[in-house]
């Protein structure tokens, strides 16, 4: 009861940030969380705290140390968000450890600041519906079919590894599973499990992707030679990254151009490559373009809150126009009467105001 009375952490639970981390926090981590999350938050430890925080007492940090990690951190070219990645990773680690008694106190990181003048994020892309159909026409089977899930379905990537043809059925695909370098895990979330409608022209390309895999009814949707799950990451450097990245004069790709007597200049009528998530991305921004309500979409791609759904939601340049179009229709032109009395959209300016005593 002294040791409780007192405040103070027994002798054998005084340890460095460094022993927190890697006997508390990754462990919980591994445990609790996909192993994309997982993997970053070990790149986070490894690339920018360990070195700095790794042999400080972690009953002595405070929220100076804290914000001196972050400040040094932040003096690189770091971006807003991988900052702010950075300050939850923190935050983190001390509730973590104060559950299991190795730290009490307030959390150090609760009031630390990341720089304000770090970069903002880059915008994010989304693949818009021309652009999904010149990609589907475009890539060689089955990276095409791949891309067109990815595009009309809105999986996450490690679940367009996971799908099998025996959760294929009735119009609709049911998700079991998600593989992430070669470790396979259940879906995100209880929502991620709903079986998720697969549309007419997907549906058929579907069929003549089985057909040409000889009409399996189990096993990997997208399987290698040897049966197993196909390695999309290894999918885009040979297939997709080749068949996008052409020389506009010849038509060869970037990767075999060497031979070539011209400099090589990529064509800029063929979509780029964005990426797998751009298709999710993408399908979020055409449905909500298409006019179907948010909440809708997120039932579709899914997503927990609505919120992750508005993220998704890219507004291009033409949407913006077509917008201020739509007001300017509506606001019609004011009639000759209107004008003479109160100006250009019924304002008072150059009328004369007559004050009430």
């Not at 979330?189 to 079986?195: E, F, H, S």
């Not at 992707?209 to 009409?215: I, K, M, S, V, Y």
């Not at 009528?269 to 179907?292: D, F, K, Q, T």
Request: aromatic residues 8%; glycine residues 8%.
């Amino acid at each position: 009861m002294a040791t409780v009375n007192s405040g103070s952490i027994p002798a054998e639970r005084i340890i460095t940030v460094g022993d927190s981390v890697e006997r508390v926090s990754l462990p919980w981590i591994d445990q609790h969380t996909r192993p994309s999350t997982a993997k970053g938050y070990r790149d986070i430890w490894q690339d920018h705290l360990k070195p700095l925080a790794g042999g400080v007492w972690l009953r002595d940090t405070r929220t100076y140390n804290v914000q001196s990690w972050l400040d040094q951190i932040g003096g690189g070219e770091l971006g807003r968000n991988p900052l702010k990645h950075i300050q939850s990773a923190i935050s983190g680690i001390f509730t973590r450890a104060k559950r299991q008694d190795y730290f009490r106190g307030e959390n150090p990181a609760r009031d630390s600041a990341i720089n304000p003048n770090a970069a903002e994020a880059l915008e994010t892309d989304a693949y818009s519906l021309d652009e999904i159909k010149s990609i589907v026409a475009i890539l060689p089977e089955p990276a095409s079919t791949a891309f067109a899930v990815a595009s009309f379905m809105g999986l996450l990537y490690g679940e367009i590894q996971g799908l099998l043809w025996e959760n294929y059925r009735d119009g609709e695909m049911y998700i079991s599973r998600s593989i992430w370098n070669g470790r396979t895990t259940e879906p995100k979330t209880r929502k991620g499990r709903a079986p998720v409608p697969v549309i007419r022209q997907l549906a058929e390309r579907l069929e003549m992707h089985r057909l040409r895999c000889g009409n399996p009814q189990t096993g990997p949707v997208f399987a290698n030679v040897l049966g197993k799950p196909l390695a999309l990451s290894n999918t885009v450097h040979r297939v997709i990254l080749p068949a996008l990245n052409r020389c506009e004069f010849c038509s060869t790709a970037e990767s075999g151009h060497r031979k070539t007597d011209h400099v090589f200049k990529r064509n800029g009528s063929i979509p780029e490559w964005h990426g797998w998530h751009a298709a999710r991305r993408g399908l979020g921004s055409n449905l909500y373009r298409l006019g179907v309500p948010e909440m809708v979409i997120q039932r579709i791609l899914p997503h927990a809150n609505v919120s992750t759904t508005a993220t998704y939601i890219k507004t291009a340049a033409d949407d913006v126009r077509e917008a201020m179009t739509v007001l300017e229709s509506q606001i019609g032109e004011p009639s000759k009467a209107q004008s003479d009395a109160s100006g250009t959209f019924g304002s008072n300016a150059g009328t004369p105001q007559t004050t009430i005593q």
